[in-house]
């Protein structure tokens, strides 16, 4: 259960004022339209998310990496659990067009807003509560989107990820190495639910029984 990094330097790239996300509203009312994950959340106004997810690339160059460390070919099986519009499915099949993608997400909005290429890949349903059969994809892909569920439901999708894979899996959860990075965490997110140190997040990994690999964002 190794701790890889492909997703950080993506993370940097986006400036975030955190003090304004509580000066600007009541963040609390917006953290309640943001968990609805619905229009206001994807394409709405900045308080309530991501002020408009809109393709440009910038998952290209994690969707290479990801292909060249877990040797990922045109026969292979992966799945996003937590995949938004599908913007790294369809990087991942531009590089390997017979690859089969799937991808799960709770937003009804997101996936029927995703990316026309993919939009046929996508499902909608539960992290805990995957409906594909054991041992289906090579690899399990979530990338910031366990933190958003309660612990009893992290379990499950856990277990689900260990249940379906056939070999690899990474997940990408949002952490905090310090106090202000915790002070910047809590200003910023709208839908986080589990607020864990990088070594208790490595705790629960290892007691709720996920042996695949794992990385943190942090807001530094």
Not at 2 to 23: C, G, M, Q, W
Not at 73 to 99: A, M, Q, R, T, Y
Not at 107 to 120: D, F, L, M, Q
């Amino acid at each position: 259960m190794p701790e890889r990094d492909f997703i950080s330097a993506l993370h940097k790239r986006t400036a975030r004022n955190y003090l304004e996300r509580v000066e600007r509203g009541d963040k609390a009312a917006c953290a309640s339209v943001a968990r609805e994950f619905g229009r206001e959340y994807w394409d709405g106004d900045r308080k309530y998310g991501y002020g408009g997810m809109r393709y440009d690339g910038r998952w290209a160059p994690v969707a290479r990496d990801l292909i060249a460390h877990y040797g990922l070919c045109n026969e292979s099986h992966v799945l996003d659990v937590g995949c938004g519009k599908g913007f790294l499915l369809f990087e991942i099949k531009k590089c390997l067009p017979g690859c089969r993608v799937r991808g799960l997400d709770f937003s009804r909005y997101a996936v029927e807003n995703a990316k026309p290429e993919v939009r046929g890949d996508l499902d909608l349903g539960l992290a805990q509560s995957l409906p594909y059969p054991d041992f289906t994809f090579d690899l399990v892909l979530s990338i910031t989107t366990l933190h958003n569920l309660h612990i009893d439901d992290l379990a499950g999708a856990l277990a689900e990820i260990e249940r379906v894979k056939r070999e690899h899996s990474y997940i990408v959860v949002e952490s905090y190495r310090n106090e202000r990075e915790k002070a910047n965490l809590l200003h910023w997110q709208l839908t986080c639910e589990c607020f864990f140190t990088p070594r208790e997040w490595e705790w629960v990994f290892r007691e709720l029984g996920y042996a695949g690999d794992y990385s943190f964002i942090f807001f530094e």
